[in-house]
């Protein structure tokens, strides 16, 4: 059977993004490897601790796996929060809302009722898109 195993976000700094995903999202870190014969290449998920789905915290390569240009492109998508959306689900949006304020994430608005629910976003610090949702669909 094919499963999801893992998802992939860039990000501008991995340990900047570790810090933001454990200490204020409440992430664990899943692996953390570096592969010194892919001159140090850094392996590093996070995830919930009850589930198997991890996100991988990509450092942007450059050359030669990404010219200038295209490693360009990525940054300016990310800028926008348009490089990635990780979609996080609650049954308590209100709790978790003010739990992840608390933490200091800076959310781009107020939970809001949508016809699915009610819903919230924030970006990490490299800009990537986070929803945070309270489904109320059958």
């Known amino acids: 059977m094919i499963k999801i195993n893992s998802t992939q976000l860039w990000v501008h700094d991995q340990d900047e993004a570790l810090a933001f995903y454990t200490e204020k999202i409440g992430m664990v870190v899943k692996q953390d490897v570096s592969i010194e014969e892919l001159d140090g290449f850094r392996w590093l998920t996070v995830g919930i601790s009850d589930q198997d789905v991890d996100i991988v915290l990509m450092a942007i390569p450059g050359a030669p796996m990404v010219d200038a240009t295209t490693k360009a492109e990525v940054e300016s998508l990310m800028a926008k929060g348009f490089a990635g959306t990780i979609f996080l689900e ?47 669909l059958p």
Not at 94 to 122: C, M, W
Not at 125 to 135: A, C, D, E, F, Y
Request: aromatic share 8%.
């Open 90 to 136: 609650t049954n308590d949006i209100h709790a978790d809302y003010n739990t992840l304020k608390s933490r200091g994430v800076e959310f781009i608005q107020e939970p809001t009722e949508a016809p699915y629910g009610i819903d919230t976003g924030f970006h990490d610090p490299s800009g990537n898109s986070l929803r945070l949702t309270q489904v109320s």
